[in-house]
């Protein structure tokens, strides 16, 4: 059984100045609405409720071990905003119901796997696809929660409709193995601007399509990266600054609002080299003005870093890298508050939660950008 691709138009020639905004249309989602959030703790002090200052978090709390802990409760969390305290407005805990026979996923729930085409060799596009086909056959296809397929070529993008069915996004994946042998993008400094325009005008094309339904998202981009384009010889104008600053601001504020948590797989794994695989450190630190910014910032690692996700770079068994990005959705904690109210436009704010329970570590989002 093929399942439908629904095809991205319209991404060639985006400016990373204003990305277009092209139909992208999923049907036949197995996915649905979202459980509604609890209450403040009794007694907790409420302020007055303000939409558009609301910040919502999903948060993966894990063990020294690396495994994901469920049944913490809202008094065992401590929400820190620019390592001020704030009060925390609702508290969902989102455990993923398991059992030793079957499988059944969180409606709240869904994981995209995008195959990236445009920044991976031919023979690199390669070993994601044995990769994929290796993770999709795993336990005869059943999948942990509602998953679509997203093919990332020079010429065009596709998205596949969300199933609990490996088998059905495998034969969607081998009916289009023509789409990823397609590579006729320009070389050079060129070939990599252009690639980078793609790259983030794919991005963000899909955040603003999963913005529309419900629930928080698992996006594992399977890629080494895009360019960077960063370096002590690249020169920016101010002009440049400031509308690298901009993207910078609404691709951080978009995958926010579309509850997106951004993985980094790279097909490369441990082939890849050292310097590469870790020059994306440069630049995790969040940025507070257009004076600051560079096209370092706008990196898929830092992207999914600052999401909340992982960077997965270190082994060459790409099917288990895809793996541990599941995890995430077997035990994670949604929770609300009220931003600050800021200064100025775009005023970032670092964010951190701490757990009271000694050996725990909490893993969210870095940092938002406030407008009022």
Known sequence: MRAALQVLTGVLGLSLLSFAQPAFSQQGSEAASPSPVTPPAQGASSPSHDVGRRI???VVVSDKSGKPVPGLQQQD???LDDKQPQTILSFRAG???MNETSKAADSSLQAILLVDAVNTSFRSVGNE?????KFLQKDEGRLLIPTSLVLFTDTSQALSAATLDGNTLLDTLNANQSGLR???RAQGFYGAQERLQLSLGTLETLASHLATQPGRKLLIWLSPGWPLLSGP??????KNQEWLFRNVVGLSTELREARITLYSVDPLGADDSMGQRFFYESFLKGVDSANNVQNGNLALQVLAAQSGGLVLNSSNDIASLIANCLPDAQA???LSFDSPRADHPNEYHSLQVKISKPGLTARTRTGYYAQR
């Open 56 to 58: 919502t978090l999903d």
């Open 332 to 334: 994670f904690y949604t």
């Open 95 to 97: 455990d993923l119901a």
């Open 129 to 133: 696809r044995l990769a994929l086909q």
């Open 77 to 79: 969390f401590t929400l």
């Open 182 to 184: 397609s590579i006729g």
């Open 233 to 238: 010889n690249v020169q920016l104008s101010a």
